[in-house]
């Protein structure tokens, strides 16, 4: 049965309890709990983390903690009865322990190790409290250590500060906000100075100013390191002050034995010291701790003989001295001991040792020296402050070290009354004595005595030191052989007060022998008594003393022999007549020298205060003696207090009338001694003796006529120093008046007491009249006034001992009236004045509020003069505070609403304005203070209060002025933020306040300003106040901890919720006047609905319809409001205001409104779009202040931005976001994408001149100017992203307009710089980029990405695996689909993210310019990858019943084409997919493809290889032809003739036909190129690699034989391969230049032929069947794939030099294997395309990243092997080889096209000749090629036909197209869609060899032509002799400029033009070949080689290129024609033209 709890009602978890019973309630351990109910061992109830989750939990899990309960029942509250301190402790330990682990997360580790520290000790200290062990003094210890260590940490934590007194926590509803913003002040300091905190509250006006704390120094002797002396030491510590050259303190001695431990043995570790009483002044000074050293044994350290060694003098050894400021810096951080090392100096001179340590300190070296390195004192410091209870307190284990206290000389600063001392300080200065016949000084030694008047000596009472116990004699130190000793040794003598009298001093001089006796001798006395006759004793001063002869037979038994002597000079004054026939004669010529310091509190050295003390035995003397009372010191006085005042009052006793005055003065003089702070402690001596002591009854009559007569004198007296010390001496005086007055009223019943009263009033009225007096002129009267003021309000308690608190309040209110009310009696009369009105306010009387009644108005009346004129606002701002502060703790009071209403009349007004002008001058503490004073008062206001204000306004006007004052006084509140961010109590408090306040007036606003007297700006003061209220940051409680909204909540309430109601009534109340806050209020309104309140939005959101509404009815639309609201709505949102939540919110609220109203269409359409505007800026915010990457923050930002142009059509907004976007693409180095978004506002501005205002960072300009200004900065980022295509349309419209300006300087600039960009399009490298398309899927992205597919353009060399790398690490959360399947709805709509991403192929919009075969391949890479905006992407399928012995029949592919919004590159680096597309290939098609992109991948690597000729890792090329022949063997092409050859097929597939036959010359071709891959594969091949090329060659013949049946014509196609017995050389020999049949037939194969070599050179490997003229298998030697151009690139970077930069051009078949670095394999200087990573399909991709690995492996270009053909290409004297020159030759002679069209095929055709495929290596392929060739070079080739201009190589045109019905001359396997390069055509066609655009010749099998690359010309700079010319050749062959149009396009180098002049020499020889439409000479007639080699460095027909560019513009494209030849030229001719021709290019 469940009973609910009586006792049982909180508890603390003590074990984890895991729920794990029905209703079970999980508890952690440490948690609190509040129990409910009890059953059987079980307690029902709820954890205080979570107060709405009951549950059960066992008994005996909870340790029961006693608790306060109220409200019993349903909604009881408990709450601990424990020490609110611990309470604290436990909260504040929660709160931080989350907090501690962020700051390790957050690295902030320092941090992170002083808090745990901290929180260690915190709970450690909670537990002392706890444990109930403690005293009261050791609580309070405790609690400030906690208090300090929780203001610590919530500084360091960024937390509240807690405002406290005594340690609590205050309650912020029981004290005034002045007190609790004083509380605030002193915990920040207590926080900032982490030292003690006295009390929270500051000491209130005329409290004591701070006693001095001593400082205290603790020396602790570690050891003394010293291996010479042997002796015992004594060890002599002091305080020495080097400026006034005294010692300061006492000596501490440390006694050490030989071996330099303590001699007694009890001292070990206890040698330690504590010079006490040091003050702050002391502290500055400049001290030295000094160490004297002196040792106890022989005379001479080092002299064994000098003295019997039984006998032990004390001799100076040495000083060691510390510098106390060197120090002290580091002693007071540390607050622990610290060691330090002391190095003890040996005196040079024994008889300067007593000034030793001056000179160590002075660092006179010559004066001492070390005697060793290791002689040093090790000795431990620490300063120590505070009392001596207090350190004893805080340090007992000192103490309990047997500490040695070491007194400072004299009394400290603060001489405490209990502090009893009777000290007599002597130091032993010098002596004087004669050498006595002696031939050396004597070694003196002086003992002294403290002897009795009786003659004993006094025991113990002579100290060496402090450590170690008193004697009775004392023995000086011997100084050797020194007949005039310096001691300078202090002796402290501790005599025994009542022996002082009478007590004397005997010193004795002895001679200390070194002979062998040792002895002593006597030779002289000296004496001098303690205490003079008159008692007072020695005077501190030094004092020579007589030395008396006498021996060691004198006897001193009889001290009175020698006491009747003079002792001194004085005393011989005194006692001239002394016989000379006594025993002791003195010695004239001899002295002694000591000095003497008293500290004692009985013993007086004073005459005249012992005078006084005894005044009756001088009766005669009184007047004398009193006045002399004032040149006593004050020590003497106070030490004397007590007796020095009985004696004053006896003596006015006796004779009032003559005494009384000098009685007066001297009271004063001694009341005024107390307040010297040195003394301040006898005060309550004093306060003792009046009320214990005092026995003037009659004194009070004598005391107040003195006073008043001072008064009344004060008019008159030009020097009243007397009168200004009796006013500061008043309370004293009043005290003894009082006392005086209570004792006779005792003493006689009360009489006289109208005469005392009406005495008091006429003192009253004498003070008023000092008051009253004029002091503007009079200086000494002002100080008069100023110590009356001062002293004022001290005798108010006094009085209240005699009279009512009103009568006192009269006397108060009378006083204080009677001062001038005006506030020009000068600054520091007025300061004083506040000063005394503050105290009388802190006073006891004002406590009563009897007296206030009486007193406030007269208090208010001055304190409201002040502030009118803004004078001393911080003392007006204390008074007031206090005033508050009473006012608060007596509220309970009924008279208190009358003195509210008091204040409020006379401060409300002048609060507000004093407020508003420190505002404006930001002054921060006193804006505080009097914030807080006008805090207090409207927190004491009531209804009645805010009535009588409201009722008491005579005009509206001033009503208005009033409300504008407040209203105005309260923003700035908020907005200047007065109160730090962490007075969270404060700032609740003042909130609270003004929302209260606010509700009291806006009644008052409404009633007065709303119908015909509407006021805009009181209203618009109002809203203002409203909103900055509810957005205040204090109370924004959604970012606390739920704890402490709770509190707040619990305490005040939500008050943004109270104001919104408020300000919602209001804006309702407004009626037709609200049309005036439209706009205006817009924005603040909104930014009061974009608070995280669900009420405060739910209440202000529909005031938007209904300013909708009022500006609906007012203009017909709301587009004020239209567009205010998404103006502020992007700044705040931008801000971090607002969320998903306010956004469905805001549209379901207006929409729900809308639709009731008639204009309901435009609304819902605005409020639907503002809805969608916020869920973009929402998605824009958090990708911006997220951790986000650039793509992200960059795609919102493009969403934004094209919703505020295309939805809402927000211009400004629009220019806005393009600049961010701009900014963000700058960031992440897009600068193309950058251009781009910059371009969108250049298209905004028109070239005008209209003026523009300023703008974002724009000046103000003219539109013309902002234009050109956004055209150059585009230009220059086009050109920074390498996208120069971009940026020359600009540059041309820029030029077009400077043109138009006639502005040259700026025209012929753009101009440069458009040149510029076409040479870095022709010269610089680009990479091409790879695209990806990504999806993504799932409710969890972002709106923008939602369900949205992109295509994006990666970065450089970023392939796919780095890219979905990439965007996986962008959305961590994204899951990556394995599939490219297209999602279903479950995936759409699941609240997840998936990432679909695969690469695409892009599709380029510029086919033209792709199949122009001019456009060099750089121009061309540029377009394929640029402006694309469809991008294709295949996916294989098996579509029907699948074949499983032969797949490929039903192998179908899924062709996706992927439309985008925008092209690629734009504004972004992704745009999203518009439209997809699905197109399906049929398995036919598919084959067609597959195959052609064989052999097109084929033809491009083995290109590669023939061109680099490198017998390096061919691993590449063997893995592909065997991937190739062996699946074609094994199944490959075969599975395609079994799928499509079968006649099933082909008769079910009709259609099909001409796709079959096309798949057949297909596989016909690939034969043909594996026989060229066969035989390039043979060349490389390694030895041991052999077998696999026997196997591969005998796979290939497989293949030819099944594919034979298919084509009967196969078995001629490859005698390569055929596998007969012919030698490699032969095989090869026998292949043959193709027929046109041939050609025709090739050009079949392929569909889309040479037109649509996107990004593939043109020419191609060729293989051709002619059964003609036999078979040929042939690689020419152009272009090469992708990856030979990658290859070049590398090689470029890789040989640098520019002799080797550009001479790759010339290759060819023969000579590319050549030892000259020219001759590099590849096939153009162009430099390689920018596909480092190609867009190809991925097989593609994976050949081209092979190629790149293999670049790896290549060796340099001096490395590489000779040639096959040339093993030695090396000049013959300057000149070519032979048969190079023959060669050369042949190609200008022989190559005759034959004009005769009508030729059949196979009379065209070229004879058989040996083939350039002879590729083995050596010279002995050589003879037999050249013996092959004499013959048959000479027929001529393959008649030019009229030629399309086409691209030949990578560098230079390509070869051209016939137009004819010729087709290309090569097999060119253009794929549909690949990227692969075709292999190079044959060098024979004519399109190649003799194309006028190249400038390399090619070689050719028939031919036997080689190019003649730079080896062949060599680098001689001499010429070589001219042999032979060129003159038979006709100039205008050659002479392009005069007859030919130009039949290509210009060619341009990699190199700059720079680069290639300063090369010139270096660069490689190119030879011209003629221009396909010249006619060759006759082959028998060739002109002879050129006589020395010449370096062209262009084509010889390369023109200006911009001329070139524009002429090839503006005309269509001719045909190529014959050069017209004048009559008569010979070939002679026509040779020597063709040849200046090439040197005057060059």
Known sequence: MWTPTEEEKYGVVICSFRGSVPQGLVLEIGETVQILEKCEGWYRGVSTKKPSVKGIFPANYIHLKKAIVSNR???????????????????????????????????????????????????????????????????????????????????????????????????????????????????????????????TMRPRHGEACRIPVPHHFFLSLKSFTYNTIGEDTDVFFSLYDMREGKQISERFLVRLN???????????????????????????????????????????????????????YRRPYGCAVLSVLDVLQSLTELKEEKDFVLKVYTCNNESEWSQIHENIIRKSSAKYSAPSASHGLIISLQLLRGDMEHIRRENPMIFSRGLAITRKLGFPDVIMPGDIRNDLYLTLEKGDFERGGKSVQKNIEVTMYVLYADGEILKDCISLGSGEPNRSSYHSFVLYHSNSPRWGEIIKLPIPIDRFRGSHLRFEFRHCSTKDKGEKKLFGFAFSPLMRDDGTTLSDDIHELYVYKCDENSTFNNHALYLGLPCCKEDYNGCPNIPSSLIFQRSTKESFFISTQLSSTKLTQNVDLLALLKWKAFPDRIMDILGRLRHVSGEEIVKFLQDILDTLFVILDDNTEKYGLLVFQSLVFIINLLRDIKYFHFRPVMDTYIQKHFAGALAYKELIRCLKWYMDCSAELIRQDHIQEAMRALEYLFKFIVQSRILYSRATCGMEEEQFRSSIQELFQSIRFVLSLDSRNSETLLFTQAALLNSFPTIFDELLQMFTVQEVAEFVRGTLGSMPSTVHIGQSMDVVKLQSIARTVDSRLFSFSESRRILLPVVLHHIHLHLRQQKELLICSGILGSIFSIVKTSSLEADVMEE????????????????????????????????????????????????????????????????????????????????????????????????????????????????????????????????????????????????????????YGDMRVMMAYELFSMWQNLGEHKIH????????????????????????????????????????????????LIDKLDSMVSEGKGDESYRELFGLLLLEKVEQETW???????????????????????????????????????????????????????????????????????????????????????????????????PSQTEWQRKEGLCRKIIHYFNKGKSWEFGIPLCRE????????????????????????????????????????????????????????????????????????????????????????????????????????YAVTPIPDYVDVLQMDRVPDRVKSFYRVNNVRKFRYDRPFHKGPKDKENEFKSLWIERTTLTLTHSLPGISRWFEVERRELVEVSPLENAIQVVENKNQELRALISQYQHKQVHGNINLLSMCLNGVIDAAVNGGIARYQEAFFDKDYITKHPADAEKITQLKELMQEQVHVLGVGLAVHEKFVHPEMRPLHKKLIDQFQMMRASLYHEFPGLDKLSPACSGTSTPRGNVLASHSPMSPENIKMTHRHSPMNLMGTGRHSSSSLSSHASSEAGNVVMLGDSSMGEATEDLYHHMQLAYPNPRYQGSVTNVSVLSSSQASPSSSSLSSTHSAPSQMITSAPSSARDKYRHAREMMLLLPTHRDRPSSAMYPAAILENGQLP??????FQQVVGACKPCSDPNLSVAEKAVPAAPSSWSLDSGAREAQPFLSAHTGCIMAPPVPPRSLLHGHYSLHFDAFHHPLGDTPPALPARTLRKSPLHPIPASPTSPQSGLDGSNSTLSGSASSGVSSLSESNFGHSSEAPPRTDTMDSMPSQAWNADEDLEPPYLPVHYSLSESAVLDSVKAQPCRSHSAPGCVIPQDPMDPPALPPKPYHPRLPAVEHDEGVLLREEAERPRGLHRKASLPPGSTKEEQARMAWEHGRGEQ
């Open 73 to 199: 029942g349903q909604y009881e509250t408990v709450v601990p009865l424990e020490d609110s301190i611990v309470t604290e402790v436990t909260a504040t330990l929660q709160e931080w322990a989350s907090l501690w682990k962020q700051l390790y997360v957050k690295h902030k580790v320092d941090l992170f190790y002083k808090l745990r520290h901290v929180m260690n000790e915190l709970i450690d200290l909670r537990r002392q409290l706890l444990s109930g062990h403690l005293t009261q003094d050791q609580v309070r210890e405790v609690k400030r250590h906690i208090t300090v260590r929780l203001d610590w940490g919530n500084e360091h934590l960024g937390l509240d500060l807690v405002p406290r007194k005594d340690f609590e926590v205050v309650d912020s509803d029981q004290i005034s906000v002045s007190d609790l913003y004083k509380m605030h002040l002193s915990s920040r300091q207590s926080v900032q100075q982490s030292t003690s905190q006295v009390d």
């Open 258 to 312: 030989k071996n330099g431990g303590p001699r007694n043995p009890e001292k070990i570790e206890r040698m330690c010291a504590l010079f006490t009483d040091l003050s702050s002044k002391d502290m500055k000074r400049d001290l030295y701790i000094v160490a004297h050293v002196i040792r106890i044994g022989r005379m001479l350290l080092n002299d064994s003989k000098k003295g019997p060694a039984h006998l032990h």
């Open 900 to 1051: 509210v209403e008091m204040m409020v009349e006379s401060l409300l007004d002048v609060l507000l304005q004093t407020l508003l002008t420190i505002m404006s001058k930001s002054h921060a503490q006193e804006a505080g203070e009097y914030v807080s004073c006008l805090l207090s008062l409207l927190r004491q206001m009531c209804d009645t209060h805010y009535q009588h204000l409201l009722d008491n306004f005579q005009s509206k006007d001033e009503l208005k002025e009033f409300l504008l004052k407040i209203f105005c006084v309260f923003r700035n509140l908020m907005k200047m933020s007065v109160f730090p961010r962490d007075w969270m109590v404060m700032r609740l408090l003042t909130s609270n306040i003004i929302v209260t306040t606010v509700q009291y007036l806006s009644s008052a606003l409404h009633k007065n300003f709303t119908e015909t007297d509407f006021d805009f700006k009181v209203w618009n003061s109002y809203f203002s106040l409203a909103v900055l209220f509810i957005n205040q940051p204090s109370l924004q409680l959604e970012i606390i901890t739920s704890a402490k909204r709770k509190k707040i909540l619990d305490k």
């Open 1077 to 1124: 806050f439209i706009p205006g209020m817009i924005g603040p309104f909104l930014g009061v609905t974009l608070v995280p309140q669900p009420e405060v939005r739910n209440i202000m959101i529909p005031i938007f319809h209904d300013m909708m509404d009022w500006e609906q009815r007012k203009n017909g639309n709301f587009k004020q409001v239209e567009a205010e």
């Open 1160 to 1258: 309901r269409e435009t609304g819902i359409s605005f409020v639907t779009s503002v809805t969608r505007l916020m869920e973009r800026l929402l998605d824009y915010r958090d990708c911006m202040k997220g951790e986000e990457t650039e793509n992200k923050k960059i795609g919102c930002t493009v969403n934004l931005m094209n919703f505020y142009k295309s939805e809402i059509n927000k211009e400004e907004m629009y220019i806005r976001y393009i600049h961010k976007l701009c900014d963000m693409h700058l960031q992440a180095e897009n600068y193309t994408e950058a251009a781009f978004t910059l371009l969108l506002y250049c298209e905004l501005l028109q070239w005008e001149e209209r003026p523009l205002r300023e703008f974002l960072h724009y």
């Open 1294 to 1397: 820029l030029a077009c307009q400077y043109e138009s300006l006639y502005d040259y300087q700026s025209l012929s600039w753009i101009r440069k710089m458009e040149a510029s960009y076409y040479d870095n399009i022709m010269e610089q490298q680009r990479l091409e980029p790879e695209f990806f398309r990504v999806g993504f899927y799932g409710r969890k992205f972002p709106f923008f990405l939602r369900n949205k597919e992109y295509v994006c353009r990666g970065h450089d060399y970023e392939r796919l695996e780095a890219f979905q790398q990439r965007m996986l690490s962008e959305f961590p959360q994204a899951v990556a689909m394995q599939h490219p399947n297209h999602p279903d709805d479950a995936i759409l709509q699941c609240d997840a993210q998936y990432l679909q991403i």
């Open 1778 to 1783: 032979n048969f190079q020159r023959a060669l």
